[in-house]
Every structure is written in structure tokens, then in C-alpha cells.
């Protein structure tokens, strides 16, 4: 019985180490992507021995220096020196002359003769002519003449010295005109009788102009300038006016600010058909003033007396102006004041017209204007600005009914009040 199950498992693992041994292996591999191998860190041992010595030695030397020249040669190369090449300088010519003809028989000569480029000094003479002989139509159709005719005879010279200039002119101005224009509604039916040499005034100038004005380098030196200028004045009717003016000033920077002052002297005496009167002028104008990149201000004041009425004349003279951006935009605004003496030959260069002898007020005029300018560039730049004056006494001129041909005009005085507006572009070309 044993035998038999002895047997029968024997035989039942026979079956099974056969059975296993027939089965395959199978050899089919399924890749769902490439093989990435990755290490999470790594250190790479030294391979080389190191020895740490921890002795120190020190180096003992002994050295002497010979007192040995050692000759280096070396050789000198010249270098050529630099050239400035200076500015050509301007030709100058001794002399111009000038002749011209127009319209209404006119006519123009200009006649100029001076020194050339000299170290201490300049001299010459001028002339110059401008007239017309002529006759206009009036309203009534009569022709009547209407020739004028100014005339300049100059002489001037300069003197300079190491630190001042001295400058003067003398000169003699003679001019024509002719009171042609008379009321033509006066004389409805026929022309007046007008002979040229009863509408015919002149008038005579001799005067000169003197200065003498430091021209020192050195901003830090005094500086200073006086002007001296007279003159004698008649016409064809015997008015006669003299006339002196000195003007002087003085200014010294101290402290990166400038502290100066200016007078001046004007002195007429007349003798006219009319009135026979002296009139003078003097004042003073102390300042202080200061001008660095950003900015430039004045402060100061003028202070005149004088007059028929000898009365006393103040204004204000302030100035300021900020350059915003640099030389480009910089905004601007002042007052100042001044006196305008009365004279006759004042008068006659407003208007050489007017009644022979008429007289003329001092004037006064306080100012205000303001702006902005710049510097757009090396050739172009602008100004824009205003300027509101109040002036009182202003000579005004009117038609003179006195005469029998009213072909003159009267003097009025009265105040004004002036604006202005100014846009003054700038450009250079070359």
C-alpha cells in the first residue's frame, strides 16, 4: 500500500518536470519611450594627493647695489612746432564813392576817404549829398517847388592807447526844403503867386562829437566814458540855438556784481523870432546789476532836474531776464524812464516843416516792456515782445493857420499813451 503511493507520486512529479521544461520563454519587450538614464547627484573624488606642510621658511638673501652709471642711449627726435593759421583778414581800401540819379530829379553822391589798419590810430573824412529839384502837383493842379536838399561834411579820428580810447567827429550839415504845400481851398479860382525863394528855408548845423572810454581787459579795473557835444544851429529866418551835452558814467564789478552809475548835462540856450530862452537837464541813474547763465538782473533808478519849471524828475530802471532754456527761451521784462529836453533843433529834425521859431516843452516818457527771445541756432534767432509807454507833453504837429498860404505846421503838446507790439525774426545768410 505504501509501495503504491510511493509510486504514484513519483510519477506525478515526473509529469510536472516535464511539463515545465516544455513551456517557451517569451522574448517580446513593449517600449512605451526611449531610455532617459539620470543620476540624482554625483561627486568626483580627487585622484590627486595633496600634502598640507605647515613648516614655514623663510628666504635669507644677501644683496650690495653697484655703484655702476649705466649709459641708456637715447636720441632726440625734433618735433615741428605747430602753425596757427590766422584769419585772413578783410581788404581795406582807402576811399569809396558813391553816385546815383532817380526819379524827380534827384540826385546822390557819397564820398569816403580814410587810413588803413594802423596800431594807434584812424583818420578820415566823409561827404555825402542827397537832393532833388523838382515841382509837384497839388490838388488844384498848380506845380509848385518841392526841391530839398541835405548835405554832411565829416571829419573824424581815433586815438588808442594801452587802456583808453579817445574818438571825436566835427562836423557841418546843411539842408533845404521848401514850404510848398499851401491850403488850396484858399484860392478856389486861381493859383497864388509863389516864388520859390519866399517858401525856401534852410538850416545849418556845426557841431562835434568827443569821446574818451576805457577799454581795459580786465573786467575787474574801473570802467568809465565821457562824451562831450556841442553844436551851433541857425536857419534862413535867424533862429539860432546852442547847444552842450556831457554825458559820463562810471562802473566797477565787485564780487561777480557790477555797481555803476551814468550822468548827463543837457544845456540849450535859443534865440528865436518867437522867445528867447534857456533850458537845461541834468540827472543821474545809479545801478546794480548782476549776469551769470541763468539768469541777469538791474536795479537802480533816474533821478533829472531842470526845465522852465525846475522841477524834479523820478522814474524806476529795473531790468530781468531768465534764460529758461539755454539761450533758446528766455523771457524778459523792464521799466525804465527818461526826459527828452526841448530844443529847436530837436524840433526841426521831427519836422523840418514846421514855423520858423516855434518852440518846444521838455517831454517825459516812463516805460514798460517785456518779451521773450532766443537763439535758435548759429544763424537764426527771434524776439518777440510788447511795450506800453505813458508819455506827457508829447510835441505834436498841426496845420498852422497864422500865414497867409498856411503851407506850415504848428506845434501842440499833449500825453499819449503808446503800445507796441514786436515780432523780430532773425536770420544769417551767407
Known sequence: MVTKRIKFAFFIFILLSYCSFAQE???????????????????????????????????????????????????????????????????????????????????????????LREKDHSLGFYFSHRASNTKLKLDNADKVPAGYSSNRLEGYANKYFPNTTLSGNAFFDYGVNHYYGY?????????????????????????????????????????????????????RFKNTESTIILEGGLKKLINQKEFGIDMVMDYAHSRLSSDSLTNSIVGGSPYFSKKNEEFEFLVGGRLFYGGEDEKFYVFPRAYLQINVVKNILMPYMGIDGSVTPGTYGRLVKKNPFIAPGSLMMNSDNLFVYGGIKGILSSKAGYNIGFSFDAVNDEPLFVNDTVGE??????????????????????????
Do not use: C
Not at 207 to 234: C, E, H, I, M
Open 183 to 235: 491850403n488850396t481851398e484858399l484860392f478856389p479860382d486861381s493859383f497864388p503867386l509863389i516864388k520859390e525863394k519866399e517858401i525856401r528855408q534852410y538850416f545849418s548845423t556845426l557841431g562835434g562829437d568827443f569821446r574818451v572810454y576805457s577799454t581795459n581787459v580786465d573786467s575787474t579795473q574801473p570802467a568809465y566814458y565821457l562824451n562831450f557835444k556841442p553844436g551851433y544851429l541857425w536857419d
Open 25 to 115: 520563454i517569451n522574448r517580446n519587450v513593449v517600449v512605451v519611450k526611449p531610455y532617459e538614464p539620470s543620476l540624482s547627484d554625483a561627486y568626483k573624488l580627487s585622484t590627486l594627493p595633496r600634502i598640507e606642510d605647515t613648516a614655514t621658511i623663510s628666504p635669507e638673501f644677501n644683496y650690495s647695489i653697484l655703484p655702476v652709471r649705466v649709459d641708456a642711449p637715447f636720441d632726440l627726435k625734433p618735433i615741428n612746432a605747430a602753425k596757427m593759421v590766422g584769419v585772413p583778414l578783410e581788404k581795406y581800401y582807402k576811399s569809396y564813392l558813391k553816385l546815383g540819379l532817380g526819379n524827380y530829379y534827384s540826385t546822390l553822391a557819397e564820398y569816403n576817404i580814410n587810413t
Open 405 to 430: 498860404l498856411d503851407n506850415m505846421f504848428g506845434v501842440i503838446h499833449d500825453d499819449l499813451a503808446i503800445t507796441k507790439f514786436r515780432l523780430k525774426p532773425g536770420m544769417i545768410f551767407q
